[in-house]
């Protein structure tokens, strides 16, 4: 993590820890650099800076502050928040939308919300929905155009700019899931305009993940826990005697701006050892893991496998693991028009590599059996996806284990596969 630090001006004064501001003897801005508030000391700063990842403590009721803090800002925050039987990403006003007390029981198949003896707020794993959702929608309409006697004319559909989003509660899977999408929609020569617009300015508050789901595999991956880069603020929540608290990381300057306004209390020794165990106990806790070494070469070779067909008389091809998958991003494109032939759109929406017309070239489908369809989504998401972006497809989250209606397990897959022997996956 890069150390972000302020050019000296002559005749300054700092103030103390947490957030370093450096003070100009004069209110004019220095270099072009314009003079801001420092809410801690009220005074006028030139610039923000931290240095060596500083720590810092909040209390429960500063969650309530950052999210405030967030709006003032001009952020539209998104968070996890109880909805439909589940805890999902969506727009909330304040910490009481968050899931205080709840947890989630999930397995092959199988997702349950139950009540906690706490009153955590972050005590769940990775839910049915994303960022996926909020930065690659699952529905664009991408043009519009009304008949205007013997031609057409384009309309005006220009979307205005969105509010840039905060969301809080992101897991390190969820980090490294953001960092595929980058790579694919942002980083080549064709850039997708409606991720890049929802991209920009994000502003991240991770949380460390101490409450893995079984069906959750993530550390094998090499994707956390715990969440090291891609995050302005990162929170620890710690249940104990002591109190309920959140040991902050800075992760960027502006990440250092925002809890400058909190003024939260320095961490003491104690609260990083706890915070650090309570992350490796996370850790402890992942049940599954997936072999990566020599897997992207592996998997093209082993097309012929009897195991494909095993698995096919399994899979109903609902295309329900492509769609919570937080990096899986194929879309289809169709074109409509009224009744009266007037007025046609043309949207974009979310399809799946499991759907009999995804494949479909010259008159047919050249994957026309659930069989090649499960295999192509497996082989692209942990081997072909190496060759076309130099990462594998797959961050651990588990979610393709628990919202599959049968149950199929890819990490079971891989090792069936593969002949190995079982490595502690339930």
Not at 39 to 59: E, G, I, M, Q, Y
Not at 171 to 188: F, K, P, Q, T, W
Not at 349 to 365: A, E, K, M, V
Not at 372 to 377: E, L, P, T, V
Request: net charge neutral; aromatic share 8%; with cysteine.
């Amino acid at each position: 993590m890069p150390s972000f630090e302020s050019k000296p001006y002559s005749q300054e004064r700092r103030c103390a820890w947490p957030v370093e501001c450096v003070f100009a003897a004069s209110l004019q801005p220095r270099n072009g650099v314009p003079a801001r508030v420092c809410t801690r000391t009220r005074k006028r700063a030139v610039s923000f800076r931290f240095v060596d990842r500083p720590l810092a403590v909040l209390r429960v009721d500063h969650l309530d502050r950052l999210t405030g803090t967030l709006a003032r800002r001009g952020y539209q925050v998104i968070g996890p928040t109880v909805r439909d039987g589940a805890i999902v990403y969506d727009r909330i006003g304040s910490a009481d939308d968050l899931p205080v007390g709840w947890t989630d029981e999930q397995g092959p198949g199988r997702y349950r919300l139950k009540r906690r003896t706490d009153g955590a707020l972050f005590g769940y794993a990775a839910g049915p929905t994303s960022l996926k959702n909020h930065l690659h929608p699952s529905e664009v309409r991408m043009l519009a155009a009304e008949r205007c006697k013997a031609t057409f004319r384009i309309l005006d559909d220009e979307p205005p700019h969105p509010s840039p989003r905060a969301f809080l509660g992101v897991r390190s899977c969820e980090l490294a899931a953001i960092a595929v999408l980058d790579r694919v929609l942002l980083g080549d020569r064709y850039r997708d305009p409606t991720y890049g617009a929802l991209r920009e300015g994000a502003f991240v508050v991770a949380v460390q993940c101490t409450e893995p789901a079984s069906t959750c595999f993530c550390a094998s991956m090499g994707n956390g826990p715990p969440s090291k880069a891609g995050f302005d603020l990162a929170l620890t929540e710690l249940l104990e005697p002591g109190g309920h608290r959140f040991l902050v990381e800075v992760g960027s300057d502006r990440g250092a701006e925002v809890l400058a306004e909190l003024e939260p209390a320095p961490a003491t020794a104690e609260e990083e050892a706890a915070a650090r165990a309570a992350v490796a106990a996370g850790v402890e806790r992942q049940v599954r893991s997936l072999e990566r070494d020599g897997l992207a070469e592996f998997l093209p070779q082993a097309l012929e496998h009897p195991r494909w067909d095993e698995v096919a008389g399994r899979c109903l091809a609902c295309a329900n693991c492509t769609m919570v998958c937080p990096t899986c991003f194929c879309t289809t494109v169709d074109d409509l028009t009224d009744v009266a032939g007037r007025r046609a759109e043309r949207w974009r929406r979310w399809d799946s590599c499991f759907t009999l017309s995804f494949s479909y070239i010259h008159g047919g489908s050249v994957r026309a059996s659930g069989k090649a369809r499960y295999r192509q989504w497996l082989t692209h998401k942990l081997a072909s996806w190496h060759d076309q972006f130099g990462l594998s497809g797959c961050v651990g989250c588990g979610r393709c284990i628990t919202w599959c209606p049968a149950g199929i397990d890819l990490t079971e897959e891989v090792r069936v596969l593969r002949g190995t022997e079982r490595h502690g996956n339930a």
